[in-house]
């Protein structure tokens, strides 16, 4: 498990300037096995989140999920729209989403980039999105972020079960109190927590497997042959 421990606690070399583990996290809310935490950062009116569950799901179903260009609206938490653009792989590519805000704030869009890495031994994958706002034109009718940092980290746990660690830290840009922002990064994560175990449970994401290169590198998910529909 040496490889594994290479790339486990948190790898935040592509992943900005989030919080590891030796943070001063505070444990905010625990509902259905989820944990929230939250920590300030310097420099910083928004605190970032931690949020950790055993989600009832298999590593490649949740990669499934997590490769599905518009799953977001599925499980994430006010998540309204999300589509992919550009050119890209399973290792590198690019998204587009907008997340609904309570009113009269103004809604929220995000241009994100996504690498996914993982290792065969180590049975843990690790997703980085960074916000790129300058990589699709303003939409006037959104608030576009300019600096989000996420990382998501599944360790698989057995054949249907995996841990889930999601760190973030967003500034929303725009006029918007922090105080808002603050109560929110606890029910989002909770939330979309408990959708992504049940949308990872349904039929479409079943049957597919991680795929990896000759050196044990992960590059794509797939669906089995005898589970192609």
Known sequence: MALAT????????????????????ELRKESDDIRIYTTGLPGSDFEAFKA???LDASLPQL???MIDPESCTEWVHNCTISRAFGDGDFNDRYAYSVNDM?????????????RTR?????????????????ARKDNDDYVRVEKSDTLYRFE???PDQTRLTWIQHTEPNGSIPSWLVNSLIVDIPLE????LESVAQKPRYAGYKLVFSPSGELVDVV???GDVE
Do not use: C
Request: hydrophobic share 45%.
């Open 156 to 158: 698989s746990l057995g």
């Open 52 to 54: 950790v569950a055993d």
């Open 223 to 225: 669906k089995s042959e």
């Open 192 to 195: 979309s927590m408990r959708k």
């Open 6 to 25: 290479l790339l486990l606690p948190f790898d935040l070399t592509l992943a900005g300037a989030l919080p590891g583990d030796d943070a001063d996290w």
């Open 63 to 65: 990669m499934a999920v």
């Open 102 to 114: 309570p009113w009269p704030v103004q809604d929220r869009d995000y241009v994100i980039r996504i």
């Open 118 to 134: 993982g290792n065969e031994d180590a049975h843990v994958v690790v997703m980085d999105l960074n916000a790129i706002p300058d």
